[in-house]
C-alpha cells in the first residue's frame, strides 16, 4: 500500500509560485461567447482523440473553408504547435539505496526541477484533397534523464506522405505515428492528456514501444455511416526505440538506441452506437538484434493490447492491458524468456466545461523463467502508480495541470549468481518494495 504523503522533504517555492501564476491567469475575465465557444470545442477535442491531425482540426477548424480569393500559402498550407512546459518534484523513499530504473528514465528531481517540457512544430501541405505532405519536429527535455545522451534536442518525429483513396481509406508512407492504443498518436498533445503524459508503463518514453514508424501504413473505415462501424489500421516498417535496462539492480541504467526491424502492427477500434465508447484490440511483432542488450543473437519479440475508452459528457473511463514477451539469451543468462503484464485504469469527470478531475491507477508486472529478475519465474511489481490530476482549461488551447503520485517499484537488494548445466550462469535478483511520491504542476498550449 502507498504511504501517506509527506511532504516534509519538499521545497515547495517554486510549485506554488507556479501554481499561483496558473490560477492568476485563470481569473483573468473573459467574454461569454469565449466561453461557450471553447467548452464546446475542448469537449470535440477530447472527444477526437484518434491522431493530431483531428486534434488540431478540432480546435482550428482545418483550412477547407477557404475562399477563392485566399492565397496560396492559406490554400494549402497548415502550421500547427504545441507546447508543455511543468515543474517536477520527487520525495523518495529514504529506505531505497537508489532511485529506479523507471525514476531516472522519466529524470525525476529530489531538489525539484522546471527543466520538464516537451514541444513540436507541424507543417501540412495539401496540394489537393487527396494528397497530403505533413511533417513534425519535436523537442524534449525529462530533467536529467540519460535519454537525452541519444537524443538531439531537435528531432525530426513525423515526416511522411498520405494519399486519401476515398473517404474511408487512407495510405501513409514515411515516418508517421503509430495507431497504438488510445495516446500514442497524441502522447505528447498536453492540451489533450489528463495528465503530463500517458500511462508510462503502458506507453514508455521510448523504450519497447515506439511512437512512429519508418514504413507504410494503411487505414480503413468499415460501416462508417452506421451505428456500429470499425477502424483498421495496419503498418509494416522499422523504427529505433530507446531500450533501457530495468531490472532495477544498482543505481545505474543502461540506455540504448535499439534498431528495430521487420516490425508489423494492427489495430482494430470498435466504434458503438453509444457516444464516445469504443473498444480496441491490437497486435505488434518485432525484431531487435544483438545490440538491444538482451540477445547475443537477433530475436523476436510479440506484444498484443486491448483497449476501452469512454469519453461521455460528464466522465471519462478508460482502461488498457498489453502483454508483452521476449527471450534473452546473452553470455549470462541463456534460454530465458520474459515477460511482462502491463495495464491501467483511468477514471476523469468534468465537473464544468473548464474543470476536471481524473484519477489513475497504473501497473507493471514482471516475469522471467530462469534468471535475472527473481527466483524461480515468479512475478514481481516492476511499478506501480496512482495518481490523481486537476485540470484547469483556461480556453481549449490553453490547459494547466496540478497532479500528485505515489509509486511503489521493487530493486534488487541481493544478488545471486549459479551455474547452469549448459555452462551459463544464472543470476537470480532478489527485490524488495519501496515507496515514494511526486508532483508536476504544467502548462500546455497549442495552436
Not at 497524441?186 to 514501444?209: K, M, Q, T
Not at 453509444?274 to 531487435?288: K, N, P, Y
Request: aromatic fraction near 14%.
Amino acid at each position: 500500500m502507498p504511504r501517506p504523503c509527506n511532504l516534509r522533504h519538499w521545497s515547495v517555492r517554486g510549485p506554488l509560485v507556479l501554481l499561483g501564476l496558473c490560477f492568476l491567469i485563470a481569473g483573468m475575465p473573459l467574454r461569454a461567447a469565449e466561453e461557450e465557444e471553447g467548452g464546446r470545442a475542448l469537449a470535440a477535442t477530447i472527444a477526437a482523440q484518434n491522431s493530431l491531425l483531428s486534434v488540431v482540426e478540432e480546435e482550428q477548424g482545418g483550412n477547407a473553408g477557404s475562399s477563392s480569393g485566399s492565397n496560396y500559402w492559406k490554400d494549402h498550407f497548415t502550421l500547427h504547435g504545441y507546447l508543455t512546459t511543468a515543474y517536477q518534484e520527487l520525495d523518495p523513499d529514504p529506505e531505497a539505496p537508489d532511485l529506479s530504473a523507471e525514476e531516472l528514465i522519466l529524470g525525476f528531481d529530489e531538489g525539484g526541477t522546471f527543466d520538464y517540457r516537451i514541444a513540436a512544430l507541424q507543417l501540412r501541405y495539401d496540394p489537393t484533397p487527396k494528397h497530403t505532405f505533413l511533417v513534425q519536429l519535436s523537442h524534449r527535455k525529462l530533467g536529467d534523464s540519460p535519454i537525452e545522451d541519444i537524443e538531439s534536442a531537435v528531432e525530426l518525429d513525423w515526416l511522411f506522405y498520405q494519399y486519401q483513396f476515398t473517404d474511408d481509406t487512407a495510405l501513409k508512407l514515411g515516418r508517421f505515428p503509430v495507431a497504438a492504443g488510445i495516446f500514442n498518436e497524441i502522447r505528447d498533445v498536453g492540451v489533450v492528456l489528463p495528465f503530463f503524459r500517458p500511462s508510462f508503463n503502458f506507453y514508455r518514453e521510448g523504450g519497447l514501444f515506439s511512437e512512429t514508424v519508418d514504413g507504410i501504413g494503411i487505414s480503413h473505415s468499415f460501416w462508417s455511416q452506421n451505428p456500429w462501424s470499425l477502424d483498421v489500421d495496419a503498418y509494416y516498417g522499422e523504427y529505433d526505440i530507446q531500450e533501457q535496462g530495468s531490472a532495477n539492480v544498482g543505481s545505474g541504467v543502461r540506455v540504448l538506441d535499439v534498431s528495430v526491424t521487420d516490425a508489423y502492427g494492427v489495430q482494430f477500434w470498435l466504434n458503438t452506437p453509444v457516444s464516445g465508447l469504443r473498444f480496441g484490440l491490437g497486435a505488434v511483432t518485432w525484431d531487435v538484434g544483438e545490440e538491444s542488450g538482451f540477445n547475443d543473437a537477433e530475436a523476436n519479440w510479440d506484444s498484443w493490447y486491448v483497449s476501452v475508452d469512454g469519453s461521455f459528457a460528464k466522465w471519462v473511463v478508460r482502461g488498457e492491458y498489453r502483454r508483452l514477451e521476449f527471450p534473452i539469451d546473452t553470455g549470462l543468462t541463456r534460454n530465458n524468456e520474459a515477460a511482462q503484464d502491463i495495464y491501467y485504469g483511468q477514471v476523469g469527470y468534468h465537473f464544468t466545461e473548464k474543470l476536471s478531475l481524473f484519477v489513475q491507477s497504473e501497473f507493471a508486472d514482471a516475469e522471467q523463467t530462469g534468471a535475472i529478475f527473481l527466483n524461480g519465474g515468479e512475478k514481481f511489481n516492476n511499478r506501480q502508480d496512482d495518481g490523481v490530476s486537476l485540470v484547469y482549461a483556461l480556453r481549449p488551447n490553453i490547459v494547466f495541470k496540478a497532479e500528485y503520485h505515489e509509486q511503489a517499484f521493487e530493486l534488487g537488494t541481493r544478488v545471486d549468481i549459479f551455474p547452469t548445466p549448459d555452462g551459463g550462469f544464472q543470476i537470480d535478483v532478489v527485490p524488495k518494495e519501496f515507496q515514494d511520491e511526486y508532483v508536476i504542476i504544467s502548462t500546455s498550449v497549442s495552436f
